[in-house]
């Protein structure tokens, strides 16, 4: 019986899952880098304001 074939394999096997789990934790930060980009960039566009501030005012509540 070969049994070194299994023990090498599930130790393998074990390097395999902690490297994925490693990038799947690196792109997790990468996205969330990301956002907070997109939320910091967001942040900066002025809102677009009407000339006249009445418009909009008056809301019909009759269908």
Do not use: C, F, H, W
Request: aromatic share 2%.
């Amino acid at each position: 019986m070969d049994l070194q074939g299994t023990s090498t394999s599930g130790t393998s096997g074990a390097a395999l899952e902690l490297a994925s789990l490693k990038l799947a934790k690196s792109q997790q930060e990468q996205e969330g880098q990301a956002t907070l980009q997109l939320l910091e960039s967001a942040a900066d566009v002025p809102r677009a304001a009407s000339a006249n501030s009445a418009i909009g005012g008056n809301i019909d509540t009759y269908a």
